[in-house]
């Protein structure tokens, strides 16, 4: 399986040091929108997780009234969801057939309705939480924009062998054995966690389970940036769940076949993303430095 690291959604808001642990508080920081874009023999493209939408990133709003204009999100970056990415490596919006989300938070199924025939794999416990919106929680970080072209829905909870000691749905319905889930809750009620089999390592997207990578080494959120500190705990459904996760990501860390990343972390991305041998799409979008953002007109962003 050949498989390509995309940044789905760059943010650039300021508070680097706070936020990326190193540089000054008033330069800007860098967070990516980790994607995975799996080609399989058999079924397929297969997208874990997709970022923001095109709509999304036409219209900021779309995403929140702060929220665009908070993480500086570059609005004239309209090559920067995952359909534009797809097409650029010469593929069709049709050939992906699979969404694997981590969870349904709006930075990460913003892909939805530009893939409106694939199938969205996600915990049912997730799917439920996102269409209800019942908690002051669930309703900000929940987008009923990005459902209501009707996405086919996939829903998985029946839990088979574990993975290397960690609770696992090895069948995902239509995907090949290569690819599981990891339920994971706590950053979110269904979140979990995704295993691939590239044929020589698994790779593990863990989503927003984790924010920065010195959780993997430490175990716990002792090394991280403050702002991201808050923030986790501040979204966190259960954050008591969320600091066992911590430790579960530290052990697979020992694993040499196994290379684990989150979703926002900008070094691990570019890591993967030149391990990978990709030429990197726009030098801008990954280049918090040269970072321009579009003046908004009155009424915008609000
Ligand atoms: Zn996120």
């Known amino acids: ?8 959604c760059t943010m650039c808001p300021r508070g680097q040091s706070a936020v990326n642990g190193e540089g000054s508080l008033f330069a800007r920081a860098k967070l990516v929108s980790h994607c995975l874009l799996i080609e399989t023999d058999a079924h397929g493209l297969v997208l874990v997780d997709t970022g923001i939408g095109v709509d999304d990133i036409r219209a900021t709003r779309r995403l929140g009234p702060f929220f665009g204009r908070a993480m500086a999100i570059d609005a004239t970056k309209t090559d920067m969801p995952a359909l534009p990415q797809v097409e650029a490596l010469g593929f069709r919006r049709e050939d992906v057939r699979h969404l694997v989300l981590t969870h349904l938070d709006f930075d990460h199924a913003g892909g939805l309705p530009d893939f409106p025939q694939a199938k969205v794999h996600v915990h ?6 996102a269409l209800a919106r019942a908690t002051f929680n669930q309703k900000q970080r929940y987008r009923l ?22 609770p696992a749905v090895r069948q995902l319905e239509g995907l090949p054995p290569e690819i599981l889930a990891l339920p994971m809750p ?42 991201l500190r808050g923030i986790e705990r501040l979204i966190a459904f259960d954050y008591k769940s969320v600091r ?59």
């Open 244 to 302: 066992a996760n911590h430790t579960i990501f530290a052990e697979l860390a020992k694993h040499d076949d196994v290379t684990i990343f989150s979703s926002h972390d900008p070094v691990e991305y570019e890591r993967l993303r030149a391990a990978s041998g990709e030429r990197t799409l726009s030098p801008l979008r990954h280049a918090a430095d040269d970072f321009a953002p579009r003046q908004f007109g009155p009424g915008e962003g609000r």
């Open 124 to 129: 049912a416990k997730e799917k439920d939480a």
């Open 1 to 8: 399986m050949r498989v390509h690291h995309l940044d789905c």
């Open 186 to 227: 706590g950053h979110s009620r269904g979140h979990a966690a995704i295993a691939v089999d590239t044929g020589h390592e698994w790779l593990v997207h863990g989503g927003d389970a984790y924010f920065h990578r010195s959780v993997t080494k430490r175990g716990d959120a002792s090394g991280m940036p403050w702002a």
């Open 145 to 166: 924009l990005q459902f209501v072209h009707g996405p086919t829905w996939e829903t998985y909870e029946a839990l088979g062998e574990p993975w290397k000691g960690v």
